[in-house]
Every structure is written in structure tokens, then in C-alpha cells.
């Protein structure tokens, strides 16, 4: 049984449907990851999945409760990373990790977290004075205090300077090694591919895909980018003509960028071939995830 499950979900604001019928299921011991421009509606989701929305309609349900009416079950194993505004400015780092292990009946050990977060040397300051990349880490740190089953993190990294951000992702790893169920969102592609296994791709409310990061590249219209010097003019008429071809630019030097998928590169190869042309400096790289996800959440824009 996966141990969330979204089943059509709705939610309405000022007569706008901002979540329109979103529906997936996220296994144990899986990193899910929820990708989609501002406004797509991905918080709303995963705040509807945490109990702290009430859908308009549809139905959630992790470990098989429905985390509105079994909120304080649900709570007991979901962890959540706090919103900054919930931290009081007084509280001390050491008091904020205290207070909440204090919620658990099996907490993690908070110093342990502390360290692996790089916050050992902060444990007196007021959360009011750390910087924004501290706050962001005792919030990773809060959200994990109560050796959750399943954890929700929005916006992980987000404010976190490179080196923070590695060692978020290789702490978050260890935690599904352990069993955890995560539920991420995030806007940097490289923390999705690097993180999730499968990522569904919310746009304007609705999933657009749901895929493995590399099962999306595959599938997007720019999946394969080839970039060469044709030994004689290639026409736009026939390079335009080539199967599933997304776009093709010429660049100062005679060189061609063409972008499709494999199958445009060898279609694309079996001309020059038969041409008798040659190609010089010859590139084919993989698409990224970026180019994927904008492929997927332009078509509605
Ligand atoms: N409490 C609310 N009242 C009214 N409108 C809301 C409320 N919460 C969210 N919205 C609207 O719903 C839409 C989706 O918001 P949501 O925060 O879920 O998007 P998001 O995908 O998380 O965006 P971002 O990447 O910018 O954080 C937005 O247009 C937002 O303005």
C-alpha cells in the first residue's frame, strides 16, 4: 500500500480551482519530488497532505489516515519543515531543538542533528539573529526531530549556500536510507535529479507528468541537443522536416544546434550519411531536466 496517497484533490480559492484534481501515490522509502512554477499549486497540495488545508474536494490519506480528521495520529510520524515566521525570535537554537523533541515520545538525538547541520557553534544564538541559511538548516533539523516516517519538505534548500546544500542532500539521502519517506518540493532541477525518484510535474494545478527524473528527460521534446559544422549548407526546410525536431539554430561559425529527441539525432545522422557530408565538431549531449520541465509547464503558459 504506498503510504501517501492524493486522490483527485481540489482546492478552491476565490472561485478558482488552484489544485484541480491532482492525484498520486508516493511509496515507502521513496523521495517523491513536486516541481512546477510559482503559482502551480504545489504547496497547497503538500499542505493539504500535512492536514494543514481542508480540500474542497478529493481525498488524501498517509499511512491510510486522513490527516485532517486523524490529525494528531498523523502527526505523530509527518514531519514538517516549519515555516520561519513559526519560530518565535527569542527562542534559542538549543531551546527550539529541546522544546520539540519534547513533542515525541521517540525523538532523534537533537545534538546529532544539530552537527550534521552545521549548527554545533549556533546552539545559543536567538533564531532571530541566525542568517537566512541557518534558519533554513534548524528547520531541516526541526523537521526530522521526531524520527518521522514520512517527512514534507518544502523548499529544502532553498537560501542554503552550495556547500549547505550538499550536505543537505547527502543528510536527506541517509534519511531515506533509513526507511523515511520524503515528500519534496523544489524549484532547483539539479536537487531533483540529484534526490527524487520520481517527480510530478504540477502546472496551473494539475500534474503535466509523473516520471522518474531521467523517464522525463527521455520523454520531453528536447531529450537530445546535437551541434555541428556541416561540411556542406544543410537547408532549415529539411532539417525542419526531421522526426520529432524542436528547434534548430544556426550559430556564428556555420555551426548547427539542432534539439529533439534520439530519434531526430539518428535520422538526422542517416542523412549526412547518405550525403556524403561530414560533420565537424560533433556534440551530442542528453537534455537536462530543466530543458524537460520547461517543455512540460510552457505548453500551458
Ligand atoms: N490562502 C490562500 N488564499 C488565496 N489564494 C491562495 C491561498 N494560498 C494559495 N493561494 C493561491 O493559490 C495558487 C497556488 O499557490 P501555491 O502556494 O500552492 O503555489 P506554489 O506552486 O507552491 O508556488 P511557489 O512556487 O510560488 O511557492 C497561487 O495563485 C496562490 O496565490
Redo the contacts with the bound molecule.
Keep these: 500500500m504506498p503510504i501517501i496517497e492524493v486522490n483527485g484533490l481540489r482546492?478552491v480559492?476565490?472561485g478558482?480551482a488552484?489544485?484541480d484534481g491532482i492525484t498520486f501515490a508516493v511509496e515507502e522509502g521513496e523521495i517523491f519530488g513536486v516541481l512546477?512554477?510559482?503559482?502551480?499549486?504545489?504547496?497547497?497540495?503538500v499542505?493539504c497532505v500535512e492536514g494543514l488545508?481542508v480540500p474542497d474536494a478529493g481525498e488524501v490519506r498517509v499511512a491510510g489516515l486522513d490527516p485532517i480528521r486523524d490529525h494528531d495520529r498523523v502527526t505523530r510520524f509527518l514531519g514538517v519543515q516549519l515555516q520561519q515566521s513559526e519560530l518565535q525570535a527569542k527562542l534559542t537554537v538549543r531551546e527550539a531543538l529541546e522544546v520539540y523533541s519534547a513533542f515525541y515520545s521517540r525523538p532523534a538525538d537533537w545534538r546529532s542533528l544539530a552537527e550534521r547541520l552545521g549548527l554545533t557553534d549556533r546552539l545559543d544564538a536567538r533564531f532571530g539573529k541566525l542568517s537566512g541559511g541557518q534558519r533554513q538548516r534548524l528547520s531541516i533539523a526541526l523537521a526530522l526531530i521526531g524520527n518521522p516516517k514520512v517527512v514534507v519538505l518544502?523548499?529544502l534548500t532553498t537560501g542554503l549556500d552550495p556547500r549547505a546544500r550538499r550536505e543537505s542532500w547527502k543528510l536527506i539521502e541517509e534519511v531515506r536510507d533509513s526507511g523515511v519517506t520524503v515528500l519534496l518540493?523544489t524549484?532547483f532541477m539539479e536537487e531533483a535529479q540529484r534526490l527524487c525518484d520520481r517527480v510530478a510535474v504540477?502546472n496551473a494545478?494539475r500534474i503535466v507528468a509523473l516520471d522518474s527524473p531521467a523517464g522525463l528527460i527521455d520523454r520531453s521534446a528536447s531529450a537530445a541537443v546535437v551541434s555541428f559544422i556541416p561540411s556542406e549548407p544543410l537547408g532549415d526546410d529539411e532539417l525542419a522536416a526531421l522526426p520529432a525536431v524542436k528547434s534548430v539554430e544556426r550559430g556564428d561559425d556555420d555551426t548547427l544546434v539542432i534539439s529533439g529527441t534520439d530519434e531526430t539525432v539518428s535520422a538526422l545522422m542517416s542523412m549526412l550519411a547518405q550525403r556524403r557530408i561530414t560533420a565537424r565538431r560533433l556534440r551530442v549531449t542528453e537534455g537536462t531536466l530543466d530543458d524537460a520541465f520547461l517543455d512540460l509547464t510552457e505548453q500551458e503558459n
Aim: proline share 4%; aromatic share 4%.
Design positions: 482546492k480559492y476565490g478558482r488552484v489544485v512546477g512554477p510559482n503559482g502551480a499549486g504545489k504547496t497547497t497540495t499542505e488545508r518544502d523548499e518540493v524549484h504540477i494545478g
